[in-house]
């Protein structure tokens, strides 16, 4: 599904991303694990096509297709989905606005009609209630004033409602007590299907223990320095970071 | 103000046959050719373009427009709100429907009526054309104790091309002890003429009455929009102005609120939304004169294309004028490369013991929930008008009679009422 090859990106003069090489076919869960500034959320961000990264080398493909080349609303509406680390507060702009607006937005992308607003309600009742959310938070501003479990919930709501196709989630399980890392990861494993893959970037194998991932990368100074099972983040929480990070070099 | 543009202001005084006409009259044309108007030099007008007054008629336009207006070119009705409707500045019974409350007396004004707040400061002198002008106009007389809350709607309509005449609004409004009012105000075009409308609307709350007024400027593409609001509070009055800017080619408001009585309170809530070429000024000045009283003031302003939308907000603590809290929150967001925003928040204070907190802000619109809006499939246009919305969301918000503020957010973002109405299923 994803083809990442010798991918380079730096932010102005930093060089963030050296030569990454990452595949995900159809289906998979993998991790990518790393510690602070291996350049984890630059790549969930280049995946979803934010402003400020310059790709000055490699490529990625989706679905055959060159990604890089696709504004940060057409991954969307092909499906990808990025789950940010800071969800970003939006006041005035209501949270069940925003989910109908993009379920609309990528309906109308496949040339299907508007979704019906009592099937929308049912919808997003549902996915509610499986994340263990009030229903009042749909007529509050986007993660406004929200607490951040209560973001991170959000943000798997609104994939679960999207269901994307690929599904990037940068360190969603950070800030997270036990039970709603709990809750977050039921909403994940309900995404898993063979017709979905995710990307979960992530600092510790905590989340781990609730989604099992087929493979876990670990990210060091841009480049994927080891990959193995579930195993190695084990390893990883055990031992630290250092030992990978020194054969790297 | 030019020689030339003063000398054909009096030839047009003279010509609509006011120059033997009541005293009042000749006194605001008196004190008009003495003081002039303002001109761009003047430190609270410099961002008005003023160069279409060169070009206006102000021998007033008759109120006859050459196709006569129907109920439906005017504005939707809003429940409970008894209409009245004034085409060019001349009453219109036809379009109007009187108030069944007996505490609220709404008169046709043919005959100045005295004001009750004295035109004071050189920035009201827009008030005197008016008031040298105008031949007809709202007088709104409340009774002490009434309670009429969603009360009254006056429906300004400008028909005439500039050079043909101009539009004189006039309001006097004056609400008795202990009544609470709710007043909407609206300013319209129809036809696409380049109107010329000077209005001005005398305020008085006396005390411990509370009014709602809400105001809305939705004049033509072309019309020219110069307007002079002066209230004053007593003792324990609460007044909160609503306004909401989007018509016009120029707009020019200027405000000036005295709270006169101890404890007083007002809310001045203003919202523009300029694009193209559009240039909306308002001056909003709140005198602190007796003590322990209230300011709350907030303004969103969106300047887009190559517009200038500017608003200076001037609070002057008086001597004696002890406990006073005022608070300002002014943002402007620019929309546009060649857009303009002058935000500007002033205080003068001339006693201890105050409390006052101002906020300015001027900026582009945040890049991080564009991104956010984006990532999650918006299409840009979408996202942008979804964040410009939210920008004034919370002003808009505070405009309590539904109907109004759904039509306002109908005009503001199309199809963005629709979560309004979701939003009440749950």
Redesign the interface.
């Given at each position: 599904m994803l083809k990442i090859e010798n991918l380079h990106v730096a932010i102005g003069d930093n060089k963030v991303l050296n030569g990454l090489d990452l595949e995900i076919p159809t289906g998979e869960v993998h991790a990518i694990m790393g510690p602070n500034g291996s350049g984890k959320s630059t790549l969930a961000h280049v995946l979803a096509g934010r402003p400020g990264y310059e790709v000055t080398a490699g490529s990625v493909t989706y679905d055959g297709r060159d990604l890089l080349a696709l504004e940060p609303e057409e991954r969307a509406h092909e499906g990808v989905f990025l789950g940010f680390q800071y969800p970003v507060e939006i006041p005035g702009v209501n949270n069940v606005y925003l989910l109908k607006a993009a379920l609309n937005a990528k309906r109308k992308h496949r040339g299907e009609p508007e979704v019906d607003a009592f099937e929308f309600l049912n919808l997003v009742r549902e996915k509610m209630q499986l994340m263990k959310m009030d229903e009042s938070f749909l007529s509050r501003g986007v993660n406004e004033g929200f607490s951040g479990g209560e973001k991170k919930r959000n943000e798997i709501l609104q994939m679960l409602v999207l269901e994307p196709r690929l599904a990037v989630l940068d360190e969603t399980d950070s800030g997270l007590d036990i039970d709603a890392l709990k809750v977050v990861a039921n909403g994940v494993n309900t995404l898993r299907s063979p017709e979905k893959s995710v990307v979960l970037v992530t600092h510790y194998q905590r989340l781990l223990d609730y989604v099992v991932p087929d493979h876990v990368h670990v990210l060091v100074r841009g480049k994927i320095a080891r990959s193995g099972d579930r195993t190695l983040a084990l390893e990883l929480e055990k031992r630290g970071y250092d030992w990978v990070t020194e054969e790297a070099a | 103000m030019s020689a030339a543009l003063a000398t054909r202001i009096a030839e047009d005084f003279a010509a609509a046959g006011h120059a033997s006409g009541d005293l009042q009259r000749q006194r605001a044309m008196q004190a008009l050719t003495e003081r002039g108007l303002p001109t761009s030099r003047d430190e609270n007008w410099k961002y008005v373009n003023l160069r279409p007054l060169e070009k206006v008629r102000f021998t007033p336009a008759t109120g006859e427009p050459q196709a006569p207006v129907t109920a439906q070119d005017l504005p939707a009705l809003v429940a409970h709100y008894s209409r009245y409707t004034f085409i060019d500045g001349v009453f219109a019974p036809a379009l109007s429907a009187p108030t069944p409350n007996a505490g609220v007396l709404v008169k046709s004004m043919k005959v100045a009526a005295a004001r009750a707040n004295p035109i004071s400061t050189p920035d009201l002198r827009f008030a005197l054309l008016n008031e040298a002008f105008a031949t007809d106009g709202a007088q709104i007389l409340v009774e002490p104790g009434t309670d009429c809350k969603t009360c009254v709607e006056l429906v300004f309509v400008a028909t005439t091309e500039a050079k043909a005449g101009a539009s004189y609004p006039r309001v006097s409004f004056h609400v008795g002890a202990g009544a609470q009012v709710g007043l909407i105000e609206r300013h319209v075009s129809i036809g696409s003429d380049a109107n010329f409308i000077n209005c001005a609307v005398d305020v008085s709350v006396a005390r411990d009455a509370s009014v709602k007024h809400y105001r809305v400027q939705q004049t033509g593409a072309r019309a020219i929009w110069f307007d002079t609001l002066t209230a004053r509070l007593a003792e324990n009055a609460r007044y909160q102005l609503h306004s909401v800017n989007l018509g016009a080619l120029s707009a020019r408001s200027t405000v000036h609120v005295q709270l006169a009585g101890e404890r007083s309170e007002v809310g001045l809530f203003n919202v523009s939304v300029g694009g193209k070429n559009q240039v909306h000024d308002t001056f909003a000045l709140v005198e602190h004169i007796a003590p322990n009283a209230r300011t709350e003031q907030s303004f969103r302003g969106i300047s887009a294309g190559r517009a200038r939308v500017a608003f200076n907000g001037k609070i002057i603590v008086r001597k004696g004028a002890h406990g006073t809290d005022s608070r300002q929150s002014l943002r402007g967001l620019l929309a546009g490369t060649d857009a303009e925003i002058d935000v500007r928040p002033q205080l003068e204070i001339y006693t201890d013991d105050v409390r006052c907190s101002h906020g300015a802000t001027a900026g582009k619109l945040?890049?991080?929930?564009l991104?956010?809006?984006?990532?999650?499939?918006?299409?840009?246009e979408?996202?942008l008008r979804?964040?410009k919305?939210?920008?004034?969301?919370?002003v808009v918000a505070k405009i309590e009679v539904p109907e109004l503020r759904r039509q306002i957010e109908q005009s503001l973002a199309g199809q963005?009422n629709?979560?309004a109405a979701?939003?009440e299923?749950?």
């Open positions: - | 945040d890049d991080n929930m991104f956010y809006l984006l990532s999650r499939g918006l299409d840009r979408t996202a979804l964040l919305w939210a920008f004034l969301e919370d963005l629709e979560a979701l939003k299923l749950f």
